[in-house]
Nanobody
Framework: VQLQASGGGLVQAGGSLRLSCAASRRIFSNNGMGWFRQAPGKGREFVASISWNGHITRYAESVEGRFTISRGFNEGTMALQMNSLKPEDTAVYYC?????????????????WGQGTLVTVSS
């Protein structure tokens, strides 16, 4: 498995969760990475992305100011800290890696995908 997402669960509105994505060394090095999500009955949407060196981050407008993306270079992991969660954040969250793309927002830019982790926010 090249990308492994974890950390999903059930949380009340206003609560927090931290998602983690473990990547193989080959995938983690020199690749931009990102998080996407897919709610029931909807398409996959961009959440956040980060460049290979962590210097560039991008967020969807719907999560700006509430979510923070980061990468741990020693551990070879990427994280998504999600605060002030809302019921509309309920979705399966996917981590992904993109060759040659600093912090892409389009799903088509990503070459590697992990399995999803379910986040459920109750009202």
């Amino acid at each position: 498995v090249q990308l492994q997402a974890s950390g999903g669960g059930l949380v009340q509105a206003g609560g927090s969760l931290r998602l983690s994505c473990a990547a193989s060394r080959r995938i983690f090095s020199n690749n931009g990475m990102g998080w996407f999500r897919q709610a029931p009955g909807k398409g996959r949407e961009f959440v956040a992305s980060i460049s290979w060196n962590g210097h560039i981050t991008r967020y969807a407008e719907s999560v700006e100011g509430r979510f923070t993306i980061s990468r741990g270079f020693n551990e070879g992991t990427m994280a998504l800290q999600m605060n002030s969660l809302k019921p509309e954040d309920t979705a399966v969250y996917y981590c992904a890696a993109a060759r040659g793309a600093p912090a892409a927002t389009a799903a088509t830019s990503y070459n590697y995908w992990g399995q999803g982790t379910l986040v459920t926010v109750s009202s």
